[in-house]
């Protein structure tokens, strides 16, 4: 019986990978480089310090880039595409249903704290999620089982009574590994990874209401 909903923020709830991820290839563009997207995949559901994409830049381009104004000039740019950003589809709806179900609802993301919040309250989203673990609250992110444990324990739930959503491989590897079911829902940039190690993929949430979805995971 599934009892809980557990959803990756990054890419799942606010689309914030694919700004994140162009931001930066603009940038890389008028060094004349391009930034490969197999690096950037393996760092998508991981905390923030496992790719450096200024430094990886500084040694393309060498003597005289300037690292640290080009991180600041990025940051700027992604802050302003993001902030205009709503929930994806189909999230609100979601939520709203599994409040009806009487199901728990949590947050796992290897963001920080103050960045999940932020954006949360900002959407008008902070109030429903009954448990919130960021990297903060573990000892390892995102791809390892932690925050998906933390986040079923707090719900006072068994990970095979919980479905996660997640948008990358990190992430659904996080998943699986804890013993939760996984749906993959990727984003324009995700959508071409390799993430067959779900349970099942939709092209959006909207695609499929959240009743419908409960009942074919059942029947798997």
Known sequence: MIRALVFDFDGLILETETPAYETWAEIYREHGHELPLEPWFDYIGR???????????????????????????RDIRKTELIAGLDVMAGVRDYVADAKRLHLRLAVASSSSRA???????????????????????????????????????????APHEAVAFEDSRNGIAAAK?????????????????????????????AETPLERLLAVLSAQ
């Not at 013993?179 to 959006?204: E, F, H, Q, Y």
Request: glycine content about 8%; charged content about 25%.
């Open 177 to 205: 590994d804890a013993g939760l079911l996984c749906v993959a829902v990727p984003n324009a940039l995700t959508a071409a990874m390799d993430l067959s190690r779900a349970d099942l993929r939709l092209s959006s949430l």
């Open 47 to 73: 905390e923030g310090s496992y790719f450096d994409a200024a430094d990886h830049l500084a040694a393309l381009v060498g003597e005289g880039f300037d690292a640290e104004a080009a991180r600041k000039r």
């Open 115 to 157: 960045w999940v919040l932020g954006h949360l309250e900002r959407l008008g989203l902070h109030p429903e999620w009954d448990a919130i673990r960021t990297r903060e609250d573990v000892a390892r992110t995102k791809p390892a089982p932690d925050l998906y444990l933390a986040a079923v324990k707090a719900l006072g739930v």
